[in-house]
């Protein structure tokens, strides 16, 4: 009934960039928070960076002035620019949404299904 949908992620050299995208779809009735987190190998997942729907963000510390946020609120989508990747940035990243949906206008937390990162040195 809602779905997020990733795309973007691949394998670079360190240095590079990439772009994350994240689009919600279905009985969505609006949107809160939107975010990336991402789970390295071994690893917990932690929280990459978060977007309001009023658009202010919040950032991992290990990120901060390399990923940058944003959301097309039109599209219920929100991306992750990502600059300057190093092979610390390998993991799983999954897209995060607080979605209200229309059957119970009530707030519910969904996942995308994860796309890969994988920086080379």
């Known amino acids: 009934q809602v779905q997020l949908v990733e795309s973007g992620g691949g394998s670079v050299q360190a240095g590079a960039s990439l772009r994350l995208s994240c689009a919600a779809s279905g009985r969505t009735f609006s949107i809160n928070a939107m975010g990336w987190y991402r789970q390295a190998p071994g690893k917990q997942r932690e929280l990459v960076a978060v977007?309001?729907?009023?658009?202010?963000?919040n950032y991992a510390d290990s990120v901060k002035g390399r990923f940058t946020i944003s959301r097309d609120n039109a599209k219920n989508t929100v991306y992750l620019q990502m600059n300057t990747l190093t092979p610390d940035d390998t993991a799983v990243y999954f897209c995060?949404?607080?979605?209200?949906?229309?059957?119970?206008?009530?707030?519910?937390?969904?996942w995308g299904q994860g796309t890969q990162v994988t920086v080379s040195s």
């Open positions: 977007v309001t729907s009023g658009g202010n963000t």
């Open positions: 995060n949404a607080r979605i209200i949906t229309d059957w119970d206008r009530r707030e519910h937390n969904y």
